[in-house]
């Protein structure tokens, strides 16, 4: 079968379904078969670690209403992947990545998941990750779970880093095995991989997608988010994705009626546009990597951007990480007690009992993170070292980091090379787009990041960047 969908975006793929090139079925189909042909044959990128197997029955009836001229939206009939920390009550488990959960099954749907079917996406499978969301072991490979085995760069299999924690993800949309996926970020998880696979990802404000389902980190700054080779693509799912969930207390102070993001899109954006640069930790980047910060910023400039110099922003990484670990106890025993009493696993110790015995299999890279956060925590966030690490935090990215920043220089975006840890730490939001690639075919990215909320304006700003630097191209595989 000739793989018909290469680079196909969203807008495409509904146009080929409203003329009858293509179906909802057909869609799935060649999806499928491409996931076959490299996720465990030919490269094994192994980026999905399952498929739905009501996928073709789920796009069958799809197909029906939109014979019938009903049709749900711009995602009707897309199949899309996501990553396997997010629950789905069907046949598919829910493990992030980890042999303790290999046999877990959800009792119902995340609340973005619920989202998806109802705007008639196709579930088509789970995505691989580094395992339980890159904190289980303090040396974790990026891209490596014991029940999914180790995901590769569809630019260099074996050879580049595919970037973590939503490795499948990132992986599965940059090898075209699906529409756009669905990642998680507690801190760079969906931009790092963005980065690494030339592909848009969008971390959200905490708040304006549901964590209700999702295997969790800490209770401060997880979320989901659109990973996409489009920025339109990348809108088109954020809106969707996106909306008040009365489980999520995060999420209830958003308005009723959240904005169209594809209307924020247009090729000006930059035009006039007051653009911080954050030149904080560049000695972590090389010449090569550093030519393209430094195009990026003229190709902005001569689109009618106002660069404006001295936007560095704090690195918090240690602050970050004390908070991440004791909230992550709790946070995780919360989740676990939902799947029941009749789960083989609900707590923490529970996981790190069960891989200490099945270590050849559970503990290739070790669980000193899950010690630690089982050993060195209560998880009542009581103490001291907690809540003065989580206060601080705010202080320091929020007065003293993004919102200073921005305001100071009056501001509508602040740019960085690759991604920075501020926004995650202060749940703020953050847009990943291609940039170029290095001499060994490694991609390179650069991030746009704003104050709560602003989505439209970074959406804006990362569109019209898309068009002056449309860097990406497809991996040869």
């Not at 029955?57 to 209403?65: F, G, P, R, S, V």
């Not at 995650?424 to 390179?444: D, E, K, S, W």
Request: hydrophobic share 40%; glycine share 8%; aromatic share 6%.
């Amino acid at each position: 079968m000739t793989f018909t969908l290469q680079e196909a975006t969203i807008s495409r793929l509904q146009q080929w379904m409203e003329d009858g090139t293509e179906s909802a079925v057909s869609l799935t189909v060649q999806y499928m078969q491409r996931i076959a042909d490299v996720n465990q044959a030919g490269p094994c990128l192994r980026a999905v670690i399952e498929l739905n197997p009501d996928a073709i029955y789920i796009a069958e009836k799809l197909d029906q209403e939109r014979a019938a001229g009903q049709v749900r939206g711009p995602l009707h009939g897309i199949p899309v992947l996501i990553k396997d920390n997010i629950n789905t009550a069907d046949h598919m488990h829910t493990s992030a990545g980890s042999l303790a959960l290999a046999d877990s099954y959800a009792p119902q749907d995340a609340h973005l998941v619920q989202r998806l079917r109802q705007a008639g996406a196709v579930i088509l499978g789970k995505t691989n990750l580094t395992e339980m969301a890159n904190f289980m072991a303090s040396h974790m490979k990026n891209g490596y779970s014991a029940r999914g085995g180790q995901t590769l760069n569809p630019y260099g299999p074996g050879q580049l880093d595919v970037g973590g924690s939503s490795s499948g993800s990132g992986a599965a949309v940059a090898a075209n095995l699906c529409a756009v996926a669905v990642g998680t970020e507690t801190s760079g998880s969906i931009l790092n991989p963005s980065a690494y696979n030339s592909l848009v990802g969008i971390k959200p404000t905490v708040g304006l997608i549901s964590r209700t389902g999702i295997i969790p980190i800490t209770y401060t700054q997880d979320t989901a988010g659109p990973m996409a080779r489009t920025v339109q693509d990348a809108a088109i799912l954020l809106g969707v994705l996106a909306g008040q969930d009365e489980q999520d207390a995060a999420t209830l102070s958003l308005p009723a009626e959240l904005p169209d993001y594809t209307a924020c899109l247009s090729k000006d954006g930059l035009r006039g546009a007051r653009i911080g640069i954050n030149r904080a930790l560049l000695n972590e980047y090389n010449e090569e990597e550093l030519a393209i910060m430094e195009a990026s910023i003229e190709a902005m400039r001569h689109a009618g951007a106002i660069i404006v110099e001295g936007a560095d922003l704090p690195h918090t990484a240690g602050d970050n990480f004390n908070v991440l670990l004791y909230e992550f106890k709790s946070a995780l025993n919360r989740y676990l007690a939902t799947l029941g009493p009749h789960a083989k696993v609900r707590t923490l110790k529970d996981i790190i009992d069960f891989n200490h015995l099945h270590h050849q299999d559970a503990l290739r890279y070790g669980q000193d993170t899950l010690i630690r956060a089982e050993y060195e925590t209560s998880g009542t966030l009581i103490e001291p070292d907690y809540v003065n690490a989580r206060l601080q935090l705010g202080i320091q990215a929020r007065a003293e980091g993004i919102d200073h920043v921005l305001q100071t220089h009056q501001l509508d975006a602040i740019f960085s090379p690759d991604f920075t840890d501020t926004p995650a730490t202060v749940g703020y939001p953050a847009i990943m787009v291609p940039a170029g690639y290095l001499r060994n075919g490694m991609p390179f990215g650069i991030s746009f990041m704003g104050t709560a909320y602003s989505e439209p304006q970074l959406l804006r700003i990362a569109y019209a960047f898309e068009q002056v630097v449309p860097a990406r191209r497809s991996p040869i595989l």
